[in-house]
């Protein structure tokens, strides 16, 4: 069974940074992707961030991120950062990390191993 362990976040002030961290073990096959999702309540998770495994490939929520969030990965410890800069309080959210180990699971958002969520806050 995946195993995803989040760890970071916790409060900042608008324009500040905090960063994120998801360390993942258990994998009976090849991760295929990693990222960060978030909610707010009443809201539906929405989307962040992913990296792909194999070659790297990132794909933004350009709405969500607009050039002040960064993901990273070091395969070799199976985890998946994300750098959030110039934070904005509706930056406010549980962020949840996500993996897939089949591309559909990536695209689509479907079968995706998720985190036990963490918190942050900004406050203007």
């Known amino acids: 069974q995946v195993q995803l ?3 970071g976040g916790g409060s900042a002030q608008a324009g500040g940074s905090l ?3 998801c360390a993942a073990s258990g994998y009976a096959r090849g991760r295929m992707c990693m ?4 909610q ?3 809201k539906e998770r929405e989307r962040v ?4 495994t194999d070659d790297s490939s990132i794909d ?3 709405s969500v991120v607009k050039g002040r969030f960064t993901i990273s990965q070091d395969n ?9 800069n110039d934070l904005k309080p509706e930056d406010t959210a549980i962020y949840y990390c996500a993996a897939g180990t089949i591309r559909r699971s990536c695209l689509y958002n479907t079968g995706l191993y998720w985190g036990q969520g963490t918190q942050v806050t900004v406050s203007s």
């Open 40 to 42: 707010t309540p009443g």
């Open 19 to 21: 960063s994120l961290s």
């Open 35 to 38: 990222g960060w999702f978030r």
């Open 60 to 62: 933004y929520a350009d």
């Open 5 to 7: 362990v989040e760890s």
């Open 76 to 84: 070799a410890k199976n985890t998946v950062y994300l750098q959030m």
């Open 49 to 52: 961030a992913m990296i792909y």
